[in-house]
Nanobody
Framework: QVQLVESGGALVQAGDSLRLSCAAS????????MAWFRQAPGKEREFAAA????????YYADSVTGRFTISRDNAKNTVDLQMNTLKPEDTAVYYC??????????????????WGQGTQVTVSS
């Protein structure tokens, strides 16, 4: 049974940094894409960043490019999201997603079969 467990969410101030981690268990994700999505109150869940498990190739939403960095640790089976220069508009529940086959659209949430429960990030101004 696949399980994704996020951690690292917190209440921080604008301009601070935060690192989220997603621990995956139950299977390996070679040749698959793992991602972070986020959902702000009253809004739809949106794509933030993704990484191809084998190659390490990364993808980012325009809103986080230059501030967020996604990385994976093959040995630990984890995917991290380093978030710098946080803004109040980054406030959201952040979800780890996994299992996207290569060739499918990485920013479409319905293409991911596995999801974590989410971790809350709140950025105060």
């Amino acid at each position: 049974q696949v399980q994704l467990v996020e951690s690292g969410g917190a209440l921080v101030q604008a301009g601070d940094s935060l690192r989220l981690s997603c621990a995956a268990s139950g299977r390996t994700f070679s040749n698959r894409v793992m991602a972070w999505f986020r959902q702000a109150p009253g809004k739809e869940r949106e794509f933030a960043a993704a990484v191809h498990w084998s190659s390490g190739r990364t993808y980012y939403a325009d809103s986080v490019t230059g501030r967020f960095t996604i990385s994976r640790d093959n040995a630990k089976n984890t995917v991290d999201l380093q978030m710098n220069t946080l803004k109040p508009e980054d406030t959201a529940v952040y979800y780890c997603a996994a299992g996207l086959p290569m060739g499918m659209i990485y920013y479409t949430r319905t293409n991911y079969p596995y999801w974590g429960q989410g971790t809350q990030v709140t950025v105060s101004s």
